[in-house]
């Protein structure tokens, strides 16, 4: 499984629309086998929702998204995690251990109410059913 997640002086990037790099995990059966860094080349909406898919990124965990751009890279087939905040190793290891959908505290301030948005076709083993809240 490849995750994604834009970064930002070692933090999750507020907004993935304007982020410049992801770092990209290889995780097989919960563990971490690989890691690497891209810049993200395009900035037209369309454009960067394909380079996503042609990475073969099967979830992308994000701060704020737009929802064009959101739609465009859940109908190719990943996984969107969006409305996180926090260290991005921290939110690697808590996707990993299956705490990121489960605790607040990787929530964006001031989206308390409406919590994480889930969003993706694919059922992804570190996720487990009473955890995803779909929208």
Not at 17 to 38: F, M, N, P, T
Not at 45 to 67: H, K, W
């Amino acid at each position: 499984m490849k995750i994604a997640i834009p970064v930002w002086n070692e933090r999750v990037s507020p907004v993935f629309d304007v982020a410049e790099k992801i770092l990209i995990a290889d995780v097989e059966s919960g563990i971490e086998k690989a890691r690497s860094e891209y810049q993200l080349k395009s900035t037209n909406t369309a454009a960067r929702a394909t380079e996503i898919a042609n990475l073969g990124i099967d979830v992308l965990i994000c701060g704020a998204i737009s929802r064009p751009l959101e739609a465009m890279i859940t109908a190719s087939g990943v996984g969107v995690i969006a409305r996180v905040c926090g260290n991005v190793d921290e939110i690697l290891r808590a996707y990993i251990a299956g705490r990121l959908l489960t605790s607040q505290r990787y929530l964006m301030p001031g989206c308390w109410r409406r919590g994480y948005q889930w969003r993706g076709r694919r059922r992804f083993g570190m996720l487990h059913k009473r955890n995803i809240r779909r929208t």
